[in-house]
């Protein structure tokens, strides 16, 4: 098999096998008739997904002996279905909401070989739950509205227009959305391609995979206006694999935009250029979000970030120039296009215009999309989200921030908590050497293991979690950690390295007291210990 | 007038003793560094002085309850505690067993091994039993310094020494702590 693609796409057989390592969703064996892969995210973890593989392993473990290529138990990064954990996926399909009576039925099903097709379609039943409609989610946005504004008014009004709304990057990065348009646009060689992020992996986030169910509309929309203002006549979604149930749906809404004329070659007469979007499915890497390992990966690589410059916009998809956006970012420009930037200016704070998607998860009431505008303060979002005793939240994912709250009169923005999509919260029950140690885990799955201070740094920092949440690490081993964090932070090939020891470094520096109560205080018990290493050779004497 | 003399304590846990060879490597650098350090516990001298020294320079790591032992005890003994080579940093070339359960090791060489006529696991009460692997320094103690290298270059502890003994915070040049 490996060697007939090898050989189909003229490549050496250790790249196929190194393709196929590097995704965690690809395998050089057959896949399991039933492949299940549970989320470990933390905020399925707390909702006892652990428990639940055990029940399902308990109840297919006769079929799993019998024949192992019938079922497979296998956990992954976060799926983007926080909002209903705890999640999991089967061959692809999404298992929201699992409790100890669907494993039973799940289990039941499996063990009468029923077809996923069969399933009752409840199993599957994904919810959208937004619970906060503002500018974006309050707005109707006609197909074509921002096309017929670009017609009307040219490339440059646009990109003027554009960087009057001052909006940035959406995909937590930040970035003036116009300058890179504009970077885009200014380049007058190649071919131009539109890309959108939506390999939203960043666990406790899955505010992008709601607009895609919601308004993939707006998404195509977004993208043509930007792919009308750069010159492109190509674009790419690039889905994660985590995604794929999405997949018939939106390929239907891209259809439905050919047969309307509002893509395809339909847009030639309409508009006087060319442009499609192509939908790319990722195979599960976190890594594939950082635009450049994205481009690796589109281009049919493994997904190790480039070295940057040159950028995307001047040399991206195949060396050409491309803009990469995030899925939120697209459908604002479509909409600060389509309504006017003036509205969209009204709120927000100085350096952070509008409003934002926060994907709400945890200990709460209502978790979901909530929109907000910039400057709202963490504090009045626990309290809309129905969020009481309140330990710590963790803004931006794993790679963002812990806040305790001494934090929550913080507000959102880049200023002060970066442009951070998602909010998990943990109430005052939850072990936060738990939540730490999960995100620490998490990179060091996820680090492709290009550059060493990532590849070592992350296995290192999980090693001294793991210590600390078992009580052994010493107060001087703190400062070793968080050297490790900080040379992390200097020397990483790219953000991933670089922003792995953010919660670390929060849970060491903001909540001093729960480190202090892990830490190894009974001293140096190393008699204790060394009993404990002579344990084998003492059995082996005595035998 | 000349600062006190250093007290140096030496040792080589689970290594090889070639960090040892190498700082006997500084020829005669040592001239120069007798009169800034007495060697007061170490295996290149007869001395065995149980009182406080100044530098504990640690060579291996550790792999059986002895070394452990001893390493507590140079801790006590030592103001500044210094892991030297790869062994004591790492672990090093001992820590390749780390892979398999002591019981394995024992018996590949003391029962299934090449010439071997009465299988036995050795149970002398005098043989130091061997820890379930083989740790580097830091993983027991506090270690205030470390000396990379396989062994670390004979400059190395030179610049070290003579450091600690002008007061100065030791730094490493390039040469003494690239390997490539």
Redesign the interface.
């Known amino acids: 098999m490996i060697v007939s693609i090898a050989n189909e796409y003229s490549v050496p057989v250790s790249e196929v096998r190194a393709i196929i390592d590097f995704y965690h969703f690809l395998s050089d064996k057959k896949n399991a008739d039933y492949h299940f892969y549970f989320s470990n995210n933390i905020i399925d973890k707390m909702a006892h997904s652990d428990l639940l593989v055990l029940q399902l392993g308990e109840r297919l473990n006769s079929i799993i002996q019998q024949d192992p290529s019938r079922v497979c138990l296998d956990e992954t990064s976060c799926i983007g279905l926080a909002d209903h954990a705890p999640a999991a996926l089967v061959n692809g399909r999404p298992l929201p909401a699992l409790n100890p009576q669907s494993i039973e039925e799940v289990a039941e099903l499996v063990a009468l070989g029923r077809p996923l097709d069969h399933w009752p379609a409840h199993l599957f039943q994904v919810r959208t739950r937004i619970c906060r409609r503002s500018w974006l989610l309050n707005m109707s946005l006609p197909p074509g509205e921002s096309l017929l504004s670009w017609q009307t008014k040219g490339s440059a009004t646009i990109l003027q227009e554009l960087q009057a709304s001052q909006l940035r990057g959406r995909g937590g990065a930040g970035f003036a959305t116009a300058l890179k348009w504009r970077s885009c646009e200014e380049q007058h060689s190649g071919e131009k391609y539109v890309i959108c992020n939506a390999d939203e992996g960043e666990p406790g986030t899955f505010k992008d995979r709601v607009m895609l169910s919601e308004h993939s509309d707006w998404l195509w929309e977004g993208m043509t206006l930007c792919a009308a203002t750069v010159g492109a006549s190509k674009g790419f979604l690039y889905l994660r694999a985590e995604y794929a149930y999405l997949l018939p749906q939106l390929e239907t809404s891209l259809q439905v935009r050919r047969d309307t004329g509002w893509l395809g070659a339909a847009l030639k007469e309409r508009l006087g250029f060319e442009f499609d979007i192509q939908i790319v499915l990722g195979a599960g890497a976190y890594i594939c979000g950082e635009e450049s390992a994205l481009l690796e990966s589109l281009e049919g690589k493994r997904g190790i970030p480039r070295i940057r410059p040159p950028f995307p916009t001047i040399s991206g998809y195949l060396r050409q120039p491309t803009v990469v956006n995030n899925v939120e970012t697209f459908i604002h420009a479509a909409a600060i296009i389509s309504k006017g930037s003036d509205s969209f200016l009204q709120l927000g704070t100085t350096q952070s215009k509008g409003t934002q998607l926060l994907s709400i998860s945890g200990d709460c009431q209502r978790p979901g999309v909530y929109e907000y505008a910039f400057g709202e303060t963490v504090e009045q979002i626990l309290s809309d989200c129905g969020a009481d005793e309140v330990q710590a939240v963790q803004i931006g994912g794993p790679s963002g921030q812990l806040l305790g709250p001494q934090s929550f009169h913080l507000t959102l923005g880049y200023e002060a908590l970066g442009g951070s999509g998602s909010l998990m919260i943990f109430n005052h029950r939850r072990s936060l050497i738990e939540v730490v140690n999960n995100f620490t885990n998490f990179f060091a799955f996820e680090s492709c293991g290009f550059c060493t201070p990532c590849r070592v740094g992350t296995a290192l920092n999980q090693r001294m979690l793991t210590r600390l949440h078992l009580k052994q690490l010493?107060q001087?081993?703190i400062q070793?950690l968080e050297e490790s964090v900080r040379l992390m932070q200097n020397s990483s090939h790219c953000g991933l390295g670089q922003s792995a020891g953010n919660s670390i470094l929060n849970l060491l520096h903001d909540f001093p007291e729960t480190v202090e109560q892990l830490l190894n205080t009974i001293g140096?018990d190393?008699e204790a210990?060394?009993v404990?290493?002579?344990?084998?050779?003492?059995?082996?004497?005595k035998s | 007038m000349s600062k006190a003399k250093l007290k140096i304590l030496t040792s080589s846990l689970a290594g090889c003793f070639g960090c040892h060879m190498s700082l006997l490597d500084m020829d005669e650098r040592w001239l120069e560094l007798a009169d800034l350090v007495e060697l007061v516990r170490s295996p290149l001298v007869d001395t065995r002085s149980q009182s406080r020294c100044d530098i504990g320079l640690i060579e291996g790591g550790l792999c059986n309850?002895e070394n452990?032992h001893l390493l507590?005890e140079f801790r006590e003994q030592c103001k500044i505690l210094v892991a030297v080579g790869a062994c004591a940093i790492n672990g090093g070339v001992p820590a390749l067993r780390n892979r398999y359960?002591?019981?394995d090791c024992?018996e590949a060489v003391y029962l299934h091994g090449l010439n071997v006529t009465q299988p036995q696991?050795p149970?002398d009460a005098e043989l130091p039993?061997?820890?379930?692997?083989v740790?580097p320094l830091?993983e027991?103690?506090?270690v205030d310094y470390s000396l990379p290298g396989c062994p670390p270059p004979a400059d190395a502890f030179f610049q070290l020494i003579s450091a600690l003994h002008d007061g100065r915070e030791p730094d490493l040049n390039y040469v003494n702590r690239h390997f490539d």
Request: charged fraction near 25%; avoid cysteine; glycine fraction near 0%.
């Open positions: 010493r001087h081993e070793l140096d190393n210990r060394l404990q290493a002579l344990q084998p050779a003492v059995q082996l004497r | 309850e452990i507590l359960s002591v019981a024992l696991i149970s039993l061997l820890t379930d692997k740790y830091q027991w103690v506090k």
